[in-house]
């Protein structure tokens, strides 16, 4: 696992060590920031199951400005903070030890909105829907930012939640990425 593009480009990753967390491969990561960017100027990322920070790290060297990330196990906030600081991004990032729903609700207290929304769940526990439209409730989007879902490809998640169309869905194998934006239409 590495860093694809930007100013980290070829820069190794940690794994979180054991089984319980699945990186996203190099080419849907690679696949993924090709649709949404591929580089960027400013923003924010909210990694919201952080797992080893890949995503939020690949953000960060694609011209994200700066990150949060968030996971409940132990060892993979220890592997984020290591693979931050490989990559010069520990000035750039928060790093906490949250559940994604206390996490959320810390988040909207603070009034912050995101370029970008990492949402990568255990597959067999996945709460997508309710996480997409707890994020339209409070507003965490950019007009202009995506949210990133990244699911079983057995799972299919609708055209639609609340004011977020899905613009853009693919499916590597075993693995599907669905893409939210803004439904432009709902603000015209």
């Not at 967390?21 to 923003?43: A, H, L, M």
């Not at 906490?96 to 597959?123: C, G, V």
């Not at 169309?165 to 934006?181: D, F, H, L, M, P």
């Amino acid at each position: 696992m590495r860093v694809v593009s930007g100013s980290c480009k070829g820069r190794p990753l940690k794994s979180v060590p054991g089984t319980g967390t699945r990186p996203t491969t190099d080419k849907v990561k690679e696949s993924v920031f090709n649709i949404i960017g591929p580089y960027f100027d400013g923003g924010a990322v909210l990694d919201l199951f952080a797992g080893s920070g890949g995503l939020g790290i690949e953000a960060l060297s694609r011209g994200v400005e700066n990150a949060i990330f968030v996971d409940r196990e132990h060892q993979a906030i220890q592997t984020v903070k290591a693979n931050l600081e490989a990559c010069g991004f520990t000035e750039q990032a928060e790093v906490y030890r949250n559940d994604s729903e206390r996490a959320l609700k810390a988040i909207i207290k603070r009034e912050l909105t995101f370029r970008l929304i990492m949402l990568d769940p255990p597959y067999k526990k996945q709460r997508l829907v309710s996480l997409l439209e707890q994020i339209h409730n409070a507003r965490l989007l950019d007009l202009q930012g995506y949210i990133v879902c990244e699911h079983g490809s057995e799972d299919v998640l609708p055209d639609k939640v609340a004011d977020f169309k899905k613009v853009r869905n693919e499916v590597y194998g075993t693995i599907a990425i669905s893409i939210y934006q803004w439904d432009q239409l709902d603000f015209e």
